[in-house]
């Protein structure tokens, strides 16, 4: 078996000798013998670093998604990632190293973050960027419980066309707080708004909002119109929340620009494979109104004492380990090396990059939605312009399609659930060439015919 | 003489002259940045070139792209790579933060977590089309549970903070199901800042328990805070002090009697692995960070993973969906009866989760356990070589980490600040421990040297420990002098907030 602990049976003899022990197991003399587990863990043996090498190499080759086409997205895109971005992001500076609790021996790791934060911040259109959160979906969270904090409020108003499953994270993480979490229904792919006097999903309004949540582009791909979500809430005195995504910012007006306090996104298409889901990369930018209820840690650029620049974790009055439980988030350990990983692929994009990067993203999506319009038993699921992915209601149930799209070698969508009707939804990057997407269109007229 | 080019800054600030570490700034890379520079390529794909007038609605089209950097390849690449030498790491040395459990990753396990198989499958695919990840998932699932001795688990939870969280949402639940509403969850003062923070996200009030002269938490202590409005308790077994909870199947039967639930921050887990369970001490909640004991490196602050494992009274309340097998062996997703719902986005940290099932895998049952006694061994004989020369408050037995002081000890260390020492130990070619905590030890040095250290490196720390010791406050002010910066102006980055090089420009 691999063994990484280096003593050699004399050393243990020898410091057992010097703590005047006999045996190991007189380490745990303070473990009470009823709570001694005997017989040991029922684990098998340990192996080889070859044996669990190849065993990890079976795992991996037993799953044969990565050989389909990938249409699939909602949070999680195929999208490219250069070599130097893992080449960076696998150095073992960045891989092994701790929380920067000492500056002096962490600039590394802060000055990626302060140059994160920096292209965060410009991609949001706000003027602060933490240092990373879990994922898009606790970021929301994070994103609603500082709404919560700074107003006083418990309703929250929160798009249908916010991610459902960053919707259920948000019921299920706020669940001990007893807020209203109001959801609001799209209308042909857009939020519905309720007028000033309105009510929302049949529940009268009780209580001005704390937020009000809007993603665009949204679950269906479409482009969901930022001021009529800050109108919305301006007329209940409410924080405007936005999701955005890091990619359709090389074409879309910024958050900031429409007036968001707070942006968060899903910060995996830039940098970060598919991983089955994790570990992603939550990004969280605030309007400086709010900078001292920003969860997570935030890099500041500061000068050390003999005058060099120098990079801290700052405003940590915010954080757990001092104001614990006064702290309006519990988040300790976050992304940091994905969001360097972020921060490698943003420069090596480019400015130019980055527009050419989401151009061709919706290049892809209206070549392939106007070749599946028109197939028998396909309708678009909303008429909005789409950006990077898009819905579709189809005459089969969408498990069906999935399944049946499969083994003609697609991964078609990902199915979505929106109130009583579920779609498709398809997302197209640029990796996808026009030969994929005809074969795709092809496959799914077989299928559904 | 004048020249038309204008030079911008370079990686290592005067190209290549600069030195490793300690020398020249590194500029930030905005100030490398050059209009019409670039790095990036993209595939033929075929695609009819739409313009993005014709793609996006004119109100919603930004007129030029954000502001990213113009670089080359190579600059890119010479500017992390000056970074990372200005960057320490579990690689390069001794890391021994207290709580931290910064032990050494194995390179397998990157190896690992880099196969295509499992990088390159989405979350969403089918279960028939990733059978390896669901297989892995629920593997490492059956194994966390042997460790701690508990019946179901989720891998949902990204960190310890969000497991905490999870846990007391399912604590929550788990009360309202039996018809109750308790208010308080009981904490001892030594807990981690997490702890109290996700009680409070939890809904819940966070009630402090004293620990007694030992630094344990004593049944009599207890008794008196039990009373129907209590939903558990939270406690990290050993404790922030590095000490066995000796009592505690008498606080587990006490908080039990209350009808309340025992959770388990499973921070300490590695002391005690293959020697005694949380189960078996009666938690019926359990965190493990698995960038902590199962070698997932921490990434300069994450990604870790934090899953959590609940006896069979509590299953039902996981978040989901959960990796199961079925009986003809095939791997598919279930759904909690009463489930929490989920609690990330897709499915947890999974490639930290895949390291993790192969560390589990290279160790097996008695890799595990040789894991725990090398841990505590490496921790009891650290201390035996610091006790003439720091404070020990709480003088027993330790298990994996130790807590001392500067205050009161023996020696000239009294007269020292902890982050004094800590500073110095950094000059002397250690990371520091984990210095203020817990919070109630004054000037603690709380110092986890982990089983992956050497009794060669241990004896190495033990002595710059006691020769910062025997340095003056005025000296040791000036550490440290051989980093890339020393002492930063803390207060400055508060006063004036420089979060992003905009921010900079701007003021």
């Given at each position: 078996m691999a063994d990484y602990v280096p003593h050699t049976d004399d050393d243990i003899r020898r410091l057992l000798a010097d703590l005047d022990l006999g045996a190991l197991d007189e380490l745990f003399a303070a473990v009470p013998a009823a709570l001694r587990l005997a017989g040991g863990l029922d684990l098998p043996g340990g192996l080889s670093e070859y044996e669990v090498a190849d065993e990890m190499r079976r795992l991996a080759d037993a799953n044969s998604a990565g050989g389909l086409v990938c249409f699939a997205g909602t949070g999680a895109y195929d999208h490219d990632v250069p070599a130097v971005v893992r080449s960076i992001a696998g150095r073992p500076e960045f891989v092994t190293s701790y929380?920067?609790?000492?500056?002096?021996?962490?600039?590394?790791?802060?000055?990626?973050?302060?140059?994160?934060?920096?292209?965060?911040?410009?991609?949001?259109?706000?003027?602060?960027?933490?240092?990373?959160?879990?994922d898009g979906a606790t970021a929301l969270v994070e994103a609603v419980n500082l709404a919560v904090g700074a107003t006083g409020r418990s309703t929250v108003w929160v798009s249908q066309g916010v991610n459902p499953r960053w919707r259920e994270v948000l019921w299920a993480l706020t669940a001990g707080r007893g807020l209203d979490l109001v959801e609001v229904p799209l209308v042909d792919g857009v939020t519905a708004w309720p007028g000033p006097e309105a009510s929302v999903a049949g529940s009268p309004r009780q209580a001005p909002p704390a937020a009000v949540v809007c993603a665009s582009p949204n679950v269906l791909g479409c482009i969901d119109p930022l001021p009529a979500a800050r109108a919305a809430a301006d007329a209940g005195g409410a924080l405007l929340v936005a999701v955005f995504d890091p990619v359709a910012s090389g074409l879309l007006r910024t958050p900031g620009e429409h007036g968001a306090d707070v942006a968060v996104a899903e910060g995996q298409p830039l940098g970060t494979p598919l991983s089955f889901g994790g570990p992603f990369l939550g990004m969280f930018a605030v309007s400086l109104d709010h900078v001292r209820r920003l969860p997570g840690r935030l890099v500041g650029r500061t000068r050390d004492i003999r005058g060099r620049t120098a990079y801290v974790t700052t405003l940590r009055a915010r954080e757990q380990d001092i104001r614990r439980e006064r702290a309006s988030s519990n988040i300790c350990t976050n992304q940091t090396l994905v969001a360097i990983a972020a921060?490698?692929?943003?420069?090596?994009?480019?400015?130019?990059?980055?527009?050419?990067?989401?151009?061709?993203?919706?290049?892809?999506?209206?070549?392939?939605?106007?070749?599946?319009?028109?197939?028998?038993?396909?309708?678009?699921?909303?008429?909005?312009?789409?950006?990077?992915?898009?819905?579709?209601?189809?005459?089969?149930?969408?498990?069906?399609?999935?399944?049946?799209?499969a083994e003609e070698g697609f991964l078609a969508g990902v199915p979505v659930e929106l109130g009583q009707e579920e779609v498709l939804v398809v997302a197209v990057t640029e990796r996808r060439t026009r030969a994929e997407m005809d074969a795709y269109a092809t496959a799914m007229e077989k299928v559904l015919s | 003489m004048s020249h038309a080019y204008v030079p911008r800054a370079a990686p290592g600030g005067r190209a290549s002259s600069a030195p490793l570490m300690g020398g020249g700034e590194e500029p930030a890379i905005f100030e490398m940045s050059v209009p019409g520079r670039r790095s990036a390529s993209f595939r033929a794909t075929g695609v009819p070139e739409w313009t993005a007038e014709e793609l996006v609605p004119a109100d919603e089209l930004r007129p030029e792209p954000p502001a990213m950097v113009e670089i080359s390849e190579r600059d890119l690449v010479a500017h992390m790579t000056r970074l990372a030498h200005r960057q320490y790491s579990v690689d390069m040395g001794a890391y021994p933060l207290g709580s931290c459990t910064m032990k050494y990753n194995p390179k397998v396990c990157d190896e690992a977590a880099a196969l295509?198989?499992?990088?390159?499958?989405?979350?969403?695919?089918?279960?028939?089309?990733?059978?390896?990840?669901?297989?892995?998932?629920?593997?490492?699932?059956?194994?966390?549970c042997e460790v701690t001795g508990m019946d179901a688990i989720t891998l949902q939870p990204p960190a310890g903070a969000a497991g905490e969280l999870t846990g007391l949402l399912m604590m929550r639940a788990w009360h309202a199901s039996e018809g109750r509403s308790p208010s308080k969850v009981l904490i001892p003062g030594s807990a981690h800042g997490t702890n109290p923070a996700s009680v409070s996200l939890a809904g819940y009030r966070a009630v402090s328990v004293p620990s007694d002269g030992r630094g344990l938490v004593s049944p009599g202590v207890l008794s008196g805070y039990l009373d129907d409005d209590v939903a558990g308790i939270m406690l990290t077994n050993p404790n922030t002090l590095g000490l066995f909870e000796e009592h505690i199947a008498e606080v587990a039967r006490a908080v039990h009697d209350a009808r309340g639930l025992l959770y388990y921050d499973g921070a300490n887990l590695n002391a005690i692995m293959g020697v005694t369970r949380p189960g078996d001490m009666g938690f019926d909640i359990v965190h493990m960070n698995l960038h902590k004991t199962f070698a997932v490196p921490h990434g300069g602050g994450g990604p870790g993973a934090g899953p959590v494992a609940v006896t069979h009274r509590l299953a039902a309340f996981l978040p989901g969906p959960v990796p199961a097998r079925r009986p003809d062996g095939t791997f598919a997703w279930d759904?909690?009866?009463?489930?929490?719902?989920?609690t990330h986005g897709w499915h947890g940290n999974a490639l930290a989760l895949a390291r993790a099932w192969a560390y589990v895998l290279l160790n097996g049952a008695d890799g595990l356990r040789r894991v725990s006694e090398a841990a505590v061994l490496n921790a009891n004989w650290l201390l035996s070589r610091l006790r003439g020369t720091y404070a020990v408050p709480y003088d027993r037995p330790a298990m994996h980490e130790v807590v001392v002081s500067t205050r009161d000890a023996p020696g000239p260390a009294a007269g020292l600040r902890a982050l004094d020492v800590a500073k110095g130990l950094l000059e002397r070619g250690f990371h520091s421990p984990t210095v203020y905590f817990p919070l109630v030890v004054a000037e603690a040095l709380m110092i986890e040297p982990t089983e992956t250290e050497s009794p060669e490196t241990v004896h190495a720390l033990a002595e710059a420990l006691v020769e910062v010791a025997s340095g003056s406050a005025a000296d040791l002010a000036q550490a440290p002098r051989t980093a890339p910066v020393t002492r930063a102006d803390e207060a400055l980055a508060a006063r004036t907030l420089v979060p992003t090089w905009d921010a900079l420009s701007r003021a």
């Open positions: 929380t920067p609790y000492q500056p002096e021996v962490a600039q590394g790791v802060l000055q990626a973050l302060f140059e994160y934060q920096t292209l965060v911040s410009r991609l949001a259109g706000l003027p602060v960027a933490n240092a990373s959160l879990y921060m490698v692929q943003m420069a090596w994009l480019g400015t130019g990059g980055l527009r050419e990067l989401a151009l061709r993203c919706a290049r892809g999506t209206r070549y392939l939605r106007e070749a599946l319009v028109p197939v028998p038993g396909v309708t678009a699921a909303a008429g909005a312009p789409v950006l990077r992915e898009f819905g579709l209601r189809l005459a089969l149930p969408v498990a069906t399609v999935v399944d049946r799209m | 295509a198989g499992l990088r390159s499958a989405h979350p969403a695919a089918p279960p028939a089309y990733v059978q390896g990840w669901l297989e892995l998932l629920w593997s490492l699932g059956e194994a966390l759904r909690p009866a009463r489930s929490i719902g989920r």
